[in-house]
């Protein structure tokens, strides 16, 4: 049973990784990705990493992937015509996300519904991972921090430039 | 470690829940506007039966008649999808709320997380509603929605790490009963302060309402949006708002727990409908900040406040256990 449903959420995470590809504009190509992260959380989950598959909802899914929704609608917000808005999201392409996002939807309610108890490959709870971070993986923690106080710094100093630059003209 | 899932509730318990959630959200419709009346001092909605209680059936009946319409120039598939997105999402999100021992739906290890995925994701509803009504001020509403929950939310699952901290767990029912010695509102009261901002600026209520600001962006993200489409974000915010106190309740007030002499599920339902009550009062009261004001606060004065309230409650949880 167990299988049959990570089979079912990977070739989702598959096709839905691939349309990402495929897809000729950035608006339908996000979405794909949004329900790519969900089918992979779904993954997660049945392999016994409950934390990792909420986590990856929260912050992917919930997150990252807004984030990148914002920024897709700035730019169209900037230059893009109506008539290009309009070409940019079509009914027919719904289909898809829709369909495979039902599919996850229905599993979901499968496993609470039966409780299905995976055969423990290894129940993974929230304590070993922060015993893992903070432990053996320090240093990446760390270093992974540094990276993401760059980008912030660097983000920061590109915006105040922008403002400054705005502000002279 | 336990069963990650045990599943507590039968299919009385997810019909009855979903359907006193469904009773409960229309019935704010009219507590809403009754209520605000009452403290603006006027009347509100007091014509149809008892109290104007026959309100809520006359909104309904006005709302499933009216005309769907749905604008030529928006992109239909995405225009009508975008109103389920909050219902399915708030809905689901209430499988793990535990209403009292025994009664609930599911009772999941990560619990809290659930809770913090789904009210995540929510946000999708009202961006992609003001993306496909394909109308500057839906796209504005919707832009400013994106920005202000990505916002909210960091500090929002940072509130909570106290309440986690002290109890230990992410799973819900555990949490309640961590507060039999003293209700975490006590020690976490500025968890407490930092989460009520915080859902009030993802469920979009006055005074963080700014992405359907009616005086700048006329009604922002679902300007376009009429009959029951509108209906479902309308009373989309009606659920989260009592999704927003269940958590309250339940994180901070206790949950069930609540003197013997009347059943835990009283306890749980009095407590929620206070804090229902304390959002509709927020609305009466409030005005609107500016929304550069609205972001500044989130970012300077919340986010720090956060890390603070964690700083302080892990070092504690260490000196206690020293």
């Known amino acids: ?169 | 470690m336990t069963e990650p899932i045990n599943q507590i509730g039968t299919w009385i318990d997810i019909i009855g829940i979903l359907s006193s959630v469904m009773l409960v959200a229309a019935l704010l419709i009219w507590v809403e506007r009754r209520m605000i009346g009452i403290w603006q001092d006027r009347l509100g909605p007091n014509r149809l039966g008892p109290l104007g209680l026959m309100q809520v059936a006359a909104d309904m009946i006005k709302i499933f008649f009216k005309e769907d319409w749905i604008p030529p120039f928006a992109d239909k598939a995405v225009f009508v999808l975008a109103p389920m997105i909050i219902m399915v999402t708030i809905l689901t999100a209430f499988a793990v709320v535990p209403f009292a021992p025994g009664i609930g739906i599911i009772d999941f290890n990560f619990g809290l997380l659930y809770f913090l995925a789904l009210s995540s994701l929510s946000v999708y509803s009202v961006v992609l509603g003001g993306y496909a009504s394909n109308n500057k001020y839906a796209l504005l509403g919707a832009v400013r929605a994106a920005a202000q929950t990505i916002s909210y939310e960091v500090f929002m699952a940072l509130s909570l790490m106290g309440v986690v901290m002290l109890s230990g767990t992410f799973n819900l029912r555990d949490i309640v009963e961590a507060q039999r010695n003293g209700w975490f509102c006590l020690s976490q009261f500025l968890g407490l302060f930092l989460f009520i901002v915080a859902v009030v600026a993802e469920s979009h209520r006055t005074p963080f309402d700014l992405p359907e600001a009616e005086h700048e962006i006329i009604a922002g993200f679902h300007i376009e949006y009429s009959g029951m489409k509108f209906g479902m974000f309308f009373i989309g915010e009606y659920l989260s708002v009592t999704l927003s106190s269940a958590m309250i309740v339940t994180l901070f007030f206790g949950g069930w727990l609540g003197p013997e002499f009347l059943p835990p599920l009283f306890w749980f339902c009095f407590k929620t409908s206070i804090w229902i009550l304390f959002f509709v009062l927020l609305r009466a009261s409030l005005p609107r900040p500016r929304y550069d004001q609205l972001m500044s606060f989130g970012w300077k004065f919340m986010l720090p406040l956060a890390l603070i309230n964690l700083l302080v409650t892990g070092g504690l949880v260490l000196w206690m256990e020293s």
């Open chain 1, 1 to 169: 049973m167990e299988s049959l449903l990570i089979y079912v959420a990977a070739s989702v995470a598959i096709i839905s990784s691939a349309m990402v590809i495929t897809q000729l504009n950035a608006v339908h190509a996000l979405l794909y990705l949004i329900l790519s992260l969900l089918a992979v959380g779904i993954i997660f989950y049945l392999l016994g990493a409950h934390f990792a598959a909420v986590l990856e909802v929260i912050i992917y899914a919930g997150a990252i992937m807004v984030l990148f929704v914002f920024v897709v609608m700035m730019l169209n917000l900037g230059n893009a015509t109506i008539a290009l808005e309009q070409s940019w999201i079509k009914p027919r392409m719904w289909l898809g996300p829709s369909l495979l996002a039902v599919i996850l939807l229905s599993e979901l309610i499968l496993m609470f519904s039966q409780a299905v108890s995976v055969t423990a490959i290894n129940l993974v709870d929230a304590k070993q991972v922060g015993i893992l971070l903070f432990g053996p993986y320090l240093l990446a923690v760390e270093l992974a921090s540094m990276l993401l106080l760059a980008g912030l710094i660097g983000a920061y100093h590109l915006g105040r430039r922008q403002t400054k630059a705005n502000k002279e003209t």
